[in-house]
């Protein structure tokens, strides 16, 4: 019975979490090698994008005062800001789009998919 309410729950939430793409979202600035401070648990977050089809990713270097700082972020992809996979742009300002579950990359773990594993262990375990 156990295995059948564990199965239900998960033929339930699966298909809902697997209809809008996930992604990171946040800001970071590197300045001369070293990461600027961020808020506490790092610089990007997991989301649901619910009204979007990519993930979005891009790098700016400031070229401030003779330093080597750039700033990466990373987002939902917006309507209209992408169409396909790829990065467009000069090394300096690269935006880069990508329709994959967070293919926008960032170290960690990802905890949607760590959930729905360890239900599949449970429910189909011998």
Known sequence: MTKLILLTVFC?????????IQCWVGQETVSNG?????????PYQSV???????????????????????TITKSCGETGKCFQDGCIGPGDEKNCCCSDNLCNSSNGLIYPTAGILIILSLVFRP
């Open 34 to 42: 070293r990461r600027l401070p961020t808020e506490i648990g790092g």
């Open 48 to 70: 649901q994008c619910n009204d979007a089809d990519f993930c979005f990713n891009s790098y700016v270097k400031r070229h401030k005062q003779g330093d080597d700082s750039y």
């Open 12 to 20: 339930v939430l699966v298909p809902s979490a697997l209809a809008a």
